[in-house]
């Protein structure tokens, strides 16, 4: 049984189900700074789509990381972030076009390998990076743009370079806020012109989750609060390896069978 009025075509669980995911990723979020589309983009991707997917949680990202990023702004190297600018324009117009035109089987295969792989990549604690050249700008700048568009997901890749080039905390975080924000206003911007965010289905969903992720980014502030960093790296790097794995497994049998 689905909702008739606004969503006749998205049975009642499958809503739950996405609630769930996007309540997790932004309860995430409010704990760390970062993490809601690594978490939500493999969760949905269960459901959903690529082409629905990363749409629809960019579309809420887009409120999440705006807010951020001009509540940030001040303390931004705003340097790097003209640095990476170029790079990741080209990486998005290149990502768009996979996003359009890969089958379904090889993009879950390649969403759910970086998904495992980020995980293990956090599982191995912090570690200390030398500092980035500048031209570093470019191929984390085109890789973030591709994954940002395809899954959603560039927001680490930005980070592990920022953090190689920025040593103040406060100032890193802020910076990542401003790339991740305009990462995500392009997208959308992208998205409308192609017609992904014109979808009614689509934008009726963007507009039901967007109280979950209110509610998530409350929890997650408490969270922030109550839990180590590291325990909440280590459940984030767990949730992370499992549902790559998953989405491993679903992407070979839909490829050979």
Request: charged share 10%.
């Amino acid at each position: 049984m689905s909702l008739p009025l606004l969503l006749p075509d998205v049975p009642n669980h499958v809503l739950l189900a996405a609630a769930l995911v996007m309540l997790l990723g932004y309860t995430v979020f409010g704990a760390t700074g970062f993490g809601s589309s690594i978490i939500s983009v493999p969760g949905l991707a269960h459901f959903f789509p690529l082409t629905t997917a990363v749409p629809l949680v960019t579309a809420v990202d887009a409120f999440a990381a705006t807010s951020a990023a001009v509540r940030l702004r001040r303390l931004a190297a705003w340097r790097e972030v003209a640095r990476l600018m170029p790079a990741m324009l080209v990486g998005i117009a290149l990502g768009a076009t996979l996003l359009l035109k890969l089958p379904r089987g090889p993009a879950l295969l390649a969403l759910g390998i970086f998904a495992a792989a980020y995980g293990t990549y956090l599982l191995m604690g912090p570690r200390k990076l030398a500092r980035a050249p500048g031209w570093v700008a470019w191929p984390i700048g085109i890789a973030g743009g591709v994954f940002s568009t395809l899954f959603g997901t560039g927001g680490p890749i930005y980070i592990i370079y920022l953090a190689a080039r920025i040593e103040n905390k406060s100032t890193l975080r802020a910076t990542s806020a401003v790339v991740v924000a305009f990462s995500v206003c392009i997208r959308v911007a992208l998205f409308i012109g192609t017609g992904l965010l014109l979808d009614a289905k689509l934008v009726t969903m963007a507009l039901l989750f967007l109280p979950v992720m209110l509610l998530g980014l409350s929890l997650g502030n408490r969270l922030h609060h109550a839990l180590s960093s590291g325990g909440v790296l280590r459940m984030i790097a767990g949730l992370l390896i499992a549902n790559g794995a998953s989405l491993i497994v679903r992407a070979l049998e839909s490829m050979h069978g």
